[in-house]
């Protein structure tokens, strides 16, 4: 028990941002972004991965409006009922003081192609949905979710993970599209 | 046989108190399926010799679409930071089994998170579940620093 709890405690603390070694570098250049834009700020890493038996795809943060952000989302491919691993890693890199009360809500759910612009809300067909609603302090506050799914049904599904209430006029998320074949 | 007894019941009202006095969190767990539901609170910090407490039981069938709700509140008037909310589902034996090694090959749902916590302080979640396969399932949230946790026991017919 013990050494489960710490086992977990370490892997909770060795959390690392995406940006993990090239951050040193990019902080002179993020404090001088931050200060031109502060209304754009980023607030929050994140870190989303599906994992099937052969490939492993890796998302990082874009942000919204537009609903479907401003980069292209990268494709993982599955086949149908094969075990899947959906995982992300939510962490604030917001300076100044603590978010309250923000929302974090992931789902996977289908869409019509790859790359399509429309995020439909999570309804009864979501394969995974949930949220998790916490504070979030400057630099330590993260939350982090795995779970095991599959998909019984062929077709395209976006994986997004995304903020709410997060108290600004943009809000973060991370997306990928799976193709379920 | 009073006399006998006293230091007992000092023993007894010690530890009572000392419980009491240890709790720090609290942490309402419950589980939806459809119109059923199952609800389960948080136990005390418990001091030794430790007793262990029945868990709530809930079951459904395979493939039901299951709401997970739980939310951890702290009740102390410390405060408390960096605190680690840790929830899980994993697969065990029988039902009261204790809690198994977390092995990611069998873990079928696992968040963590770390926040402040000061009197009042809360943090929920509503987290979607689908068991495909049938057998006996533990779901847990929990703070390991304050050894606070909520468990149910589901069957999965």
Same mark, same amino acid.
């Given at each position: 028990?013990?050494?489960?709890?710490?086992?977990?405690?370490?892997?909770?603390?060795?959390?690392?941002?995406?940006?993990?070694?090239?951050?040193?570098?990019?902080?002179?250049?993020?404090?001088?972004?931050?200060?031109?834009?502060?209304?754009?700020?980023?607030?929050?890493?994140?870190?989303?991965?599906?994992?099937?038996?052969?490939?492993?795809?890796?998302?990082?943060? #874009?942000?919204? @409006?537009?609903?479907?952000?401003?980069?292209? $989302?990268? /494709?993982? =491919? *599955?086949?149908?009922?094969?075990?899947?691993?959906?995982?992300?890693?939510?962490?604030?890199?917001?300076?100044?003081?603590?978010?309250?009360?923000?929302?974090?809500?992931?789902?996977?759910?289908?869409?019509?192609?790859?790359?399509?612009?429309?995020?439909?809300?999570?309804?009864?067909?979501?394969?995974?949905?949930?949220?998790?609603?916490? #504070?979030?302090? @400057?630099?330590?506050?993260?939350?982090?979710? $795995?779970? /095991?799914? =599959? *998909?019984?049904?062929?077709?395209?599904?976006?994986?997004?993970?995304?903020?709410?209430?997060?108290?600004?006029?943009?809000?973060?998320?991370?997306?990928?599209?799976?193709?379920?074949? | 046989?009073?006399?006998?007894?006293?230091?007992?019941?000092?023993?007894?009202?010690?530890?009572?108190?000392?419980?009491?006095?240890?709790?720090?969190?609290?942490?309402?767990?419950?589980?939806?399926?459809?119109?059923?539901?199952?609800?389960?609170?948080?136990?005390?910090?418990?001091?030794?010799?430790?007793?262990?407490?029945?868990?709530?039981?809930?079951?459904?069938?395979?493939?039901?679409?299951?709401?997970?709700?739980?939310?951890?509140?702290?009740?102390?008037?410390?405060?408390?930071?960096?605190?680690?909310?840790?929830?899980?589902?994993?697969?065990?034996?029988?039902?009261?089994?204790?809690?198994?090694?977390?092995?990611?090959?069998?873990?079928?749902?696992?968040?963590?998170?770390?926040?402040?916590?000061?009197?009042?302080?809360?943090?929920?979640?509503?987290?979607?579940?689908?068991?495909?396969?049938?057998?006996?399932?533990?779901?847990?949230?929990?703070?390991?620093?304050?050894?606070?946790?909520?468990?149910?026991?589901?069957?999965?017919?």
């Amino acid at each position: 028990m013990v050494r489960r709890l710490l086992n977990w405690k370490a892997r909770v603390s060795n959390w690392t941002r995406p940006a993990g070694g090239a951050a040193k570098g990019l902080f002179a250049l993020l404090v001088v972004a931050m200060l031109a834009s502060p209304a754009w700020a980023e607030h929050f890493d994140f870190d989303v991965t599906v994992t099937s038996a052969k490939d492993k795809t890796r998302s990082s943060a #874009d942000t919204y @409006p537009p609903p479907q952000g401003r980069n292209p $989302r990268p /494709v993982c =491919h *599955a086949k149908v009922g094969e075990r899947l691993v959906f995982q992300f890693f939510m962490s604030s890199n917001f300076p100044h003081d603590a978010i309250k009360g923000v929302t974090v809500r992931y789902f996977i759910v289908p869409i019509p192609k790859v790359g399509s612009p429309d995020v439909p809300n999570s309804g009864d067909d979501a394969l995974v949905s949930g949220h998790f609603i916490m #504070d979030f302090k @400057p630099d330590t506050g993260k939350v982090g979710l $795995r779970q /095991v799914f =599959h *998909a019984a049904k062929p077709g395209v599904y976006l994986v997004r993970v995304q903020s709410e209430n997060s108290d600004s006029d943009h809000e973060h998320f991370s997306a990928l599209d799976l193709v379920v074949e | 046989m009073i006399r006998s007894l006293a230091p007992l019941m000092l023993l007894v009202t010690l530890l009572v108190v000392s419980s009491a006095s240890a709790q720090t969190f609290t942490a309402n767990l419950e589980v939806l399926d459809g119109s059923r539901h199952e609800l389960t609170t948080s136990q005390k910090a418990q001091a030794t010799p430790k007793i262990a407490a029945k868990r709530t039981q809930f079951e459904v069938k395979a493939g039901a679409k299951l709401q997970i709700r739980w939310k951890v509140t702290c009740i102390s008037k410390d405060s408390f930071k960096d605190v680690l909310v840790h929830f899980y589902v994993v697969p065990i034996a029988k039902a009261g089994q204790a809690p198994p090694p977390l092995d990611p090959k069998i873990v079928k749902m696992e968040s963590a998170q770390t926040m402040d916590f000061t009197n009042g302080v809360s943090t929920s979640a509503e987290l979607g579940f689908s068991p495909d396969e049938p057998g006996v399932y533990l779901v847990q949230i929990e703070v390991p620093d304050q050894q606070m946790s909520a468990a149910m026991d589901l069957t999965v017919k």
